[in-house]
């Protein structure tokens, strides 16, 4: 039981880092998408092609996983930025299909059967194996990642980010480059997101398209909604709520062949009910896209 709790903090982990960096897009810079699944696999299978093709170990592997989140979503970011508002959202939707098809029909991703064998990390000489060890780890990223973020946003370019968030026509009068800036978020929230993706692949040692797909967007986007916009806490919040309230059905008497569309339903009916009656979410930023 020990290591089932455990286990299910590590999952909380990698997929707080990813409802942190999104929010930065949304949350304080006010750039709605949906593909942040995607990024998610790049930097999986970035740091498993590395692992199992070159031998590279973790820290490698997690900055691979890294530079190919980021590198993505700057290439995302330029052409994605001529749009703004509905049209940004579609924009990032068609690539999110885009990538999707891509890790399901490319030999380098191991097609439908995707890449297992991903070795577990090692740490001053040695290997990471139990849940434990990995949470140890896995927190120790995802606490540097939050410092880093807390010290972005309250810094000068994170009060530039909420000027572009609330109106970009007054940072743009004042002489500031909008579309550099929005660039840049986009290639730090895309980091960010390929980080989370190694640490998912070397965690579970197996990475499949279905875990980068639109559901997993869709899901990313619900943590950030759910525990409130333009706070680096609330998208924890919200991350910590979907994972672990889906956990509890496993104590149910419901069969695996339903659990899995029970939880998609609950997590729409969670989703809906905080749109109607707390639509700020758990924390209740100030920010977001309308």
Known sequence: MTSYILGILVTLSIYGLLAISLDLLIGYTGLFTIVHGGLFGVGAYAAAVAALSFGVGFWEGALVGLIAGGALSLLIAIPSLRVSGHYLVLAS???????????LNLNVTGGAGGLRG???????????DTNGEYLVLYVFLLVIAFLFLLRLTGSSFGLLLKAVREDELVPQALGKNIVALKIKTFAVSGALAGLAGAMYAHYITFVSPEAFDVHASIFIL???????MGTLWGPLLGAAVLVIVPELLRFLPVSSSDLGPL?????????????????????????GAE
């Open 93 to 103: 939707f068609g690539v999110q299909e885009v990538l999707s098809s891509l890790y």
């Open 222 to 228: 619900s943590m950030v909604l759910i525990g409130g």
């Open 118 to 128: 991903v070795p577990r990390p090692e740490l001053f000489g040695l290997q990471i």
């Open 263 to 287: 939880r998609q339903i609950i997590y729409g009916v969670i989703l809906v009910g905080f749109c109607f009656l707390r639509p700020r979410g758990l924390v209740g930023g100030r920010g």
